[in-house]
């Protein structure tokens, strides 16, 4: 079983359009996080959600909006695609309250805007 | 701002031989460090981690080694194996909402 499976693995997609990608953990964390690797390898954190809430939100456009179902998921959907969105996004899953773990990864979702 | 840098972009090292990773921080208000390994297609996994308060833990192979004073921490594999060839992370939390500050990572390969 996979512990963070994220979908698609690959999206390919024309600028301008909308799109998302879905993230489910079966760990039992309560904690969430989308994290984006750039071109240049860095790996820098977008969002985090504890139990559905919003804690961290770093500097990202508004087109990028998170949303958290429930705590075993959390996707994020783009509007208006750019160029520069192209990457690979990482959702991965920890817990914070009761005891902290480190965070586990999903398998990535490289994001190619043409 | 970057404030965990892995200087070394690549390191290779032969099969046997000690791997050493090297990560510097500028946060003294980091209280935990990890380090991740990746391969390609595929998302990090977790390694080692070591806290604030301790300078050395070791897991088999592994050794994380932590100078607070240098604000510097290193990673030791020894031996190195073929399937130790990876992208290694360094990362850092801070407290409060626990987030989690990545380096740039060191691509290791270690040559047979």
């Known amino acids: 079983d996979t512990a963070v499976s994220q979908t698609p693995k690959y999206l390919v997609t024309q600028m301008g359009n909308d799109k998302s990608i879905k993230c489910e953990q079966n760990?039992?964390?309560?904690?969430m996080y989308w994290y984006k690797q750039d071109s240049k390898k860095f790996l820098k954190i977008m969002f985090s959600?504890?139990?559905?809430?919003?804690?961290i939100n770093e500097t990202v456009p508004n087109r990028f909006s998170p949303k958290s179902p429930d705590k075993a998921h959390l996707n994020l959907h783009i509007n208006s695609l750019e160029l520069g969105d192209s990457a690979v996004y990482f959702c991965?899953?920890?817990?914070?309250?009761?005891?902290?773990?480190?965070?586990?990864f999903g398998q990535g979702t490289r994001l190619t805007v043409v | 701002d970057q404030q965990v840098k892995q200087n070394s972009p690549s390191l290779s090292v032969q099969e046997g031989r000690i791997s050493i990773l090297n990560c510097d921080y500028t946060?003294?208000?980091?209280?935990?460090f990890l380090w991740y390994k990746k391969y390609p297609a595929e998302g990090p996994t977790f390694l080692i981690s070591?806290?604030?308060?301790?300078d050395k833990n070791e897991d088999g192979r592994f050794t994380v080694f932590l100078n607070k004073s240098a604000k510097h921490l290193s990673l030791h594999i020894v031996p190195s194996q073929p399937g130790d060839s990876a992208v290694y992370f360094c990362?850092?939390?801070?407290?409060?909402?626990?987030?989690?500050?990545f380096g740039t990572g060191t691509k290791l390969q270690v040559i047979p």
């Open positions: 760990l039992g964390h309560d904690t």
């Open positions: 959600y504890n139990n559905k809430e919003l804690i």
């Open positions: 990362a850092a939390r801070t407290g409060g909402y626990q987030k989690v500050t």
């Open positions: 946060n003294s208000m980091f209280d935990y």
């Open positions: 070591i806290s604030s308060i301790k």
């Open positions: 991965a899953s920890s817990q914070v309250g009761q005891g902290w773990t480190e965070a586990f």
